[in-house]
């Protein structure tokens, strides 16, 4: 079951299209990422979807409806600009936002509590804004937007500003509100990002949704037909085994062992077993594995037209 869908949304600014007929669909519970070069349009989609600006085409359908003004509530938005006023005490302002979307004092303060602790800022609680650091800001208006366990949380670009632990431990909060029943939408350039916790992505270019799909079936389907073969024995034998159904593309030893790893591509027509038949009667084949492409990869040739 789909949370968000997303039909053929046009958007248009003095002239510039800055979404052209773009539809997707984001399933419940699930982690979605929002890929695209800068000013692709995926800052302009977001928009849409928590209804800052109206589509000029199309529309958005959230939880089974045509999305109103008061489904904003069910969504989270932490936007990549950011913004705390800088004079109110750290408590004190994470109180506000969480009155702005409908929790009692009470509640918010139990839920914040809870928060600061698992993020390990407990002890800023009655320090000025003024006196974070951009790591526990950040920290900070993260809380604040998932604090009322919205349907929809959507991030754009979450991790930047994060040293490798604190991006690690947003990572783990995101999978952790995923389990939870929530579903997910970020944004970001980071593609190491999107392998590790992303289920579905689409990448948008130019306006335009050219790429849809789950991550694994995305890496699969645009794989190259390359595969890494481990063996022993004599390269220039292996080499002639295969030469008839694959291009060799280049060879390493695997340091301190008696192998050799070499990634070959099948021509047309070749098959894996076929080869892995040759391989064998000429080598000792320790293993055969397909390479599959990153999403850096895939992300690359879609935005310049090579896929």
């Keep these: 079951m789909d949370l968000l869908n997303i039909e053929n949304v ?32 995926k800052t302009t989609l977001i928009r849409v979807i928590n209804r800052i600006t109206l589509p000029d085409a199309g529309r ?30 750290v408590g004190e302002q994470a109180i506000f936002f969480a009155r702005l979307k409908g929790l009692s004092n009470r509640e918010a303060t139990i839920r914040l509590k809870e928060w600061f602790v698992r993020m390990g800022i407990e002890s800023w609680w009655n320090r000025k804004v003024e006196d974070l650091s951009k790591g526990m800001a950040q920290k900070v208006q993260f809380i604040t937007t998932v604090l009322h366990e919205p349907k929809l949380l959507i991030f754009d670009e979450p991790f930047s500003g994060f040293d490798p632990i604190n991006a690690n431990i947003l990572k783990q909060e995101i999978l952790r509100l995923r389990d939870k029943g929530a579903t997910v939408i970020f944004s970001t350039h980071n593609m190491s990002s999107v392998e590790e916790i992303c289920d579905h992505i689409t990448l948008i270019n130019k306006s335009r949704n050219i790429l849809s799909g789950s991550v694994d079936e995305l890496r699969h389907r645009f794989g190259e037909n390359v595969f890494e073969v481990v063996y022993s024995g004599e390269g220039t034998t292996f080499e002639s085994a295969l030469q008839p159904m694959a291009e060799m593309l280049g060879t390493t030893a695997v340091a301190d062992t008696p192998y050799t790893s070499t990634r070959i591509r099948l021509k047309d027509g070749a098959t894996v077993r076929e080869s892995i038949t040759a391989a064998n009667e000429a080598v000792e084949l320790r293993s055969f594995k397909e390479v599959i492409p990153s999403m850096n990869d895939i992300f690359i040739r879609a935005v310049e037209g090579t896929l």
């Design 10 to 41: 046009t958007k248009r600014y003095s002239g510039h299209t800055a979404l052209s007929d773009v539809s997707l669909s984001v399933p419940q519970g699930s982690i979605y990422g929002l890929l695209g070069p800068n000013g692709a349009g």
């Design 60 to 89: 958005v359908i959230f939880n089974g409806h045509e999305i109103t003004d008061q489904d904003i509530y069910n969504i989270g938005y932490l936007p990549e600009e950011r913004g705390l006023y800088k004079k109110m005490k």
